[in-house]
């Protein structure tokens, strides 16, 4: 009975295209994959290329973040997520001139949390997770490289990205 109910709900929940995240954990700092569940509604600021590795990037904010962003608040909100999501980049098919975006390479984010983060004074928790096939596992790396290439930005609150203007 249990079963068939919690089946009936994951199937309501794959129709609703509410499917969970995995529950995948950095083993440095804790932070989970589902920390940021949800983000697939977060307002796109920002699109980037990477041209070393032909890479395009989107950059995806929470409200609290969006709306600091908008702003110009620094440093931002306690609660503030940014979201990057990487895809290899691919000609159209129907107009080869034209790159799309082909498969999700790595989703990553970064949390204003200042009671759990304090490396260089950025008060940011940092979390990668990598995309092999159709799953998703914990980046193995050491989240000091995020923080320390992140250094190079401490005026933007370490952040790279600012708001892509939309007119
Ligand atoms: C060697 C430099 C470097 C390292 C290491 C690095 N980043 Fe970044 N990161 C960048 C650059 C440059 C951008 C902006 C360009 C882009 O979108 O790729 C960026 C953008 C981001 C963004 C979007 C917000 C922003 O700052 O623009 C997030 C989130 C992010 N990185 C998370 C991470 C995480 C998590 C790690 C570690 C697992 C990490 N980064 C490691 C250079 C780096």
């Known amino acids: ?14 129709l609703l295209g509410a499917a969970e995240l995995p529950n995948l954990v950095m083993p440095q700092n804790n932070l989970n994959f589902r920390q940021i569940e949800g983000y697939e509604d977060y307002k796109v600021v920002a699109s980037h290329y990477r ?4 890479e395009i990037r989107y950059i995806l904010a929470n409200p609290i973040a969006y709306k600091a962003l908008k702003e110009k608040t620094t440093p ?10 990487g895809w ?7 107009y080869p001139d034209a790159l799309e975006a082909e498969n999700i390479q790595r989703i990553e984010y970064m949390l204003k949390d200042s009671k759990r983060f304090n490396q260089n ?20 790396g050491d989240t000091a490289e995020c923080v320390a290439c ?11 990205t600012t708001l892509q203007p939309l007119h």
Do not use: C
């Not at 009975?1 to 794959?14: K, V």
């Not at 041209?51 to 032909?54: L, Q």
């Not at 931002?76 to 999501?85: A, D, H, L, T, Y």
């Not at 004074?121 to 092999?132: P, Q």
């Open 150 to 160: 992140h250094a190079i930005v401490p005026q933007n609150d370490y952040l790279f």
């Open 51 to 54: 041209t070393d590795k032909k």
């Open 76 to 85: 931002m909100p306690e609660g503030s997520v940014v979201v990057k999501i």
């Open 1 to 14: 009975m249990t079963i068939r109910h919690f089946g009936t709900l994951s199937l309501l929940a794959t």
């Open 121 to 140: 004074g950025d008060h940011w928790g940092y979390a990668r997770f990598v995309k092999k096939g159709d799953r998703y596992e914990t980046w193995t």
């Open 88 to 94: 290899n980049a691919k000609p159209m098919p129907s």
